[in-house]
């Protein structure tokens, strides 16, 4: 399902792609990294709602390299593999009640909301795919858009539940192991970004999150009713 989506946005211009993607991507960005804070202030911390961060306002959340520069270029040169990053929610962890298991919970909140927006998306198509023929002049702009925006989420999801510090997946994983085992983890850390990208440059990345990425696509085209 994943590829076939791929399939029909590769038949697209490089300004069409861009111009049906930004939406998407953006959001699946900026909801992240507010679904971070929402669940910080729910579990104690009031940082990231303090600094005026809850928001959706795109301003306070653009990195102007990771949410437009990164993305952009993996569109245009057909990567078949999107990510990017806004500009971290702050939380402050000694302000979480129970920071072993919370820093879990935080984390976990980002690929959530990925998840959450691909079940979004997945009723847009679904909704337009409904419409009379007279409207698709407007239903098909917004049935590439709702495509496009279920496999961004869906690879945004399973990119960051890889269990690698300083992605929530390596934050999750840190909250629950055992402690000698969550500290040598977390040591990894300030490589975990280096080790991403020579993942992403040995094609072994798109090996390991392809198939988890295509399994969530089929799972929301099957609740959604689109498989």
Same mark, same amino acid.
């Given at each position: 399902?994943?590829?076939?989506?791929?399939?029909?946005?590769?038949?697209?211009?490089?300004?069409?792609?861009?111009?049906?993607?930004?939406?998407?991507?953006?959001?699946?960005?900026?909801?992240?990294?507010?679904?971070?804070?929402?669940?910080?202030?729910?579990? !104690?911390?009031?940082?990231?709602?303090?600094?005026?961060?809850?928001?959706?306002?795109?301003?306070?959340?653009?990195?102007?390299?990771?949410?437009?520069?990164?993305?952009?270029?993996? +569109?245009? *040169?057909?990567?078949?593999?999107?990510?990017?990053?806004?500009?971290?929610?702050?939380?402050?962890?000694?302000? +979480?009640?129970?920071?072993?298991?919370?820093?879990?919970?935080?984390?976990?909140?980002?690929?959530?909301?990925?998840?959450?927006?691909?079940?979004?998306? !997945?009723?847009?198509?679904?909704?337009?795919?409904?419409?009379?023929?007279?409207?698709?002049?407007?239903?098909k702009p917004l049935e590439?858009?709702?495509?496009?925006?279920?496999?961004?989420?869906?690879?945004?999801?399973?990119?960051?539940?890889?269990?690698?510090?300083?992605?929530?997946?390596?934050?999750?994983?840190?909250? *629950?192991?055992?402690?000698?085992?969550?500290?040598?983890?977390?040591?990894?850390?300030?490589?975990?970004?280096?080790?991403?990208?020579?993942?992403m440059f040995t094609g072994? +990345?798109?090996?390991?999150? !392809?198939?988890?990425?295509?399994?969530?696509?089929? +799972?929301?085209?099957?609740?959604?009713?689109?498989?």
């Amino acid at each position: 399902m994943l590829y076939k989506i791929f399939g029909i946005l590769q038949t697209l211009t490089s300004p069409q792609l861009i111009s049906i993607l930004v939406l998407p991507t953006l959001f699946a960005i900026i909801v992240h990294e507010v679904a971070h804070g929402w669940m910080a202030k729910r579990l !104690g911390d009031p940082t990231a709602e303090r600094l005026g961060r809850l928001t959706l306002n795109p301003i306070r959340h653009i990195d102007p390299l990771g949410t437009i520069l990164v993305p952009a270029v993996l +569109l245009l *040169l057909h990567s078949g593999f999107i990510f990017g990053w806004a500009k971290p929610v702050p939380i402050t962890w000694e302000n +979480l009640r129970h920071p072993k298991r919370d820093v879990a919970m935080v984390a976990a909140a980002g690929p959530v909301s990925n998840l959450l927006m691909a079940l979004m998306w !997945g009723a847009v198509v679904r909704i337009v795919l409904l419409l009379p023929a007279s409207a698709q002049w407007a239903g098909k702009p917004l049935e590439y858009m709702g495509l496009g925006g279920i496999a961004v989420n869906a690879l945004l999801m399973v990119f960051n539940l890889l269990p690698l510090p300083p992605l929530d997946g390596g934050r999750v994983a840190v909250g *629950l192991l055992p402690g000698p085992w969550a500290w040598r983890l977390s040591r990894l850390e300030p490589y975990g970004f280096l080790i991403v990208i020579a993942l992403m440059f040995t094609g072994v +990345l798109w090996v390991v999150i !392809g198939p988890a990425g295509n399994f969530i696509v089929r +799972l929301v085209a099957a609740v959604t009713g689109l498989g």
